[in-house]
């Protein structure tokens, strides 16, 4: 019986890619455990390309689609520049609805500036609530992207903001009257509010302007997930410093009352970096207000998680811990 959210690493090897076999020599990038994005060559030009879901969450989704969609393009080093928005809504769902999703999502798009191009509305009962699918596509040169797509032996790993980020504002969201009851109701707000700190746009711009070796956006599995798909993609280890990870006060409070590990709950806003050159972009993150931490460095083989006096092994990505408080 499989469990909720993202197919696990090894499913994914022995049920999906095993059966994508076409190969074109068009494409530069086909799937693999942690590249999220395909890259079409155009000549100069190449079309970087990612799709997410919204299924974590009835609340929001417009503005989470556009996001999370398009952090992975800029994740790619690459300015996301249009939208393919499906929408699958169950019977009984109003055309307020249906118009509030889309106003979510035109706000968020003006945000980043990117044109919704086309897509798919459609009333069906194969859904129980509304979900929705955003493609996102870019543009950029060829060289550029393909500079930015394999982290290096003695890279030092750099995350942005604080980890369980879109996790925690959607617990927040989703069980709202729950928390408050519990906890101080002014934490319960901010929870709330960290979903406008999703996009990693700004981050995204200074690290591609700057040149660094990879980037990753923090998504299902959490920071230590993600971590771990990083090293994947790039055949390499990965040395982790655990009690480095930064958690905001808010992803505490709600993850110690839920008893779930904010390191493994989707980080969606939180981008992970790799560079030999640690001060520079530390440096300029912080110049634009941005939170930097030295998370970990990337080595030759072993993955695993340092913490104090303790060491043990960085597992692949399971179930994300959003799915044992909310039902998908």
């Known amino acids: 019986m499989m469990q909720p959210g993202k197919l696990p690493n090894e499913l994914l090897a022995e049920i999906v890619f095993s059966n994508i076999r076409v190969k074109r020599d068009e494409v530069l990038v086909f799937p693999k455990v942690g590249m999220d994005c395909g890259v079409i060559d155009f000549g100069e030009n190449v079309c970087v390309i990612s799709t997410d879901p919204i299924t974590g969450t009835s609340s929001d989704i417009g503005w989470l689609g556009v996001h999370v969609a398009c952090n992975d393009v800029i994740a790619a080093g690459v ?44 009333i069906t009962n194969a859904v129980t609530r509304t979900v929705l699918s955003t493609t996102a596509i870019g543009k950029a040169k060829k060289n550029k992207v393909m ?107 709600i993850c110690d009352y839920l008893k779930i590990n904010p390191l493994r709950l989707i980080s969606s806003g939180c981008l992970l970096v790799t560079t030999p050159d640690k001060k520079t972009l530390i440096n300029e993150l912080k110049k634009e207000g941005i939170k930097a931490t030295v998370v970990g460095r990337m080595v030759k083989k072993g993955r695993y998680v340092k913490s104090g006096t303790l060491k043990f092994p960085l597992e692949p990505p399971k179930s994300d811990e959003l799915y044992k408080v909310i039902s998908n």
Do not use: F
């Open 79 to 122: 300015e996301p520049l249009g939208l393919m928005i499906t929408i699958m809504a169950p019977p009984g769902t109003t055309e307020s609805e249906l118009y509030e999703i889309m106003n979510q999502a035109d706000r968020a798009s003006a945000e980043l500036n990117v044109a919704i191009v086309g897509g798919h509305t459609e």
């Open 147 to 253: 500079s930015m797509l394999t982290a290096q032996n003695g890279d030092y790993v750099i995350m942005t903001k604080t980890a369980g980020l879109e996790g925690t504002a959607i617990i927040a969201r989703e069980r709202e009257e729950e928390l408050k009851k519990c906890l101080d109701p002014e934490i319960i707000q901010r929870a709330i509010d960290m979903i406008k700190d999703i996009s990693v746009l700004k981050e995204g711009e200074i690290a591609a302007n700057i040149g660094v070796n990879r980037m990753h956006d923090a998504t299902e599995g959490g920071v230590l997930g993600a971590l771990w798909e990083m090293a994947e993609s790039s055949g390499l280890g990965i040395e982790v410093y655990g009690d480095k990870i930064p958690v905001a006060e808010e992803t505490k409070a």
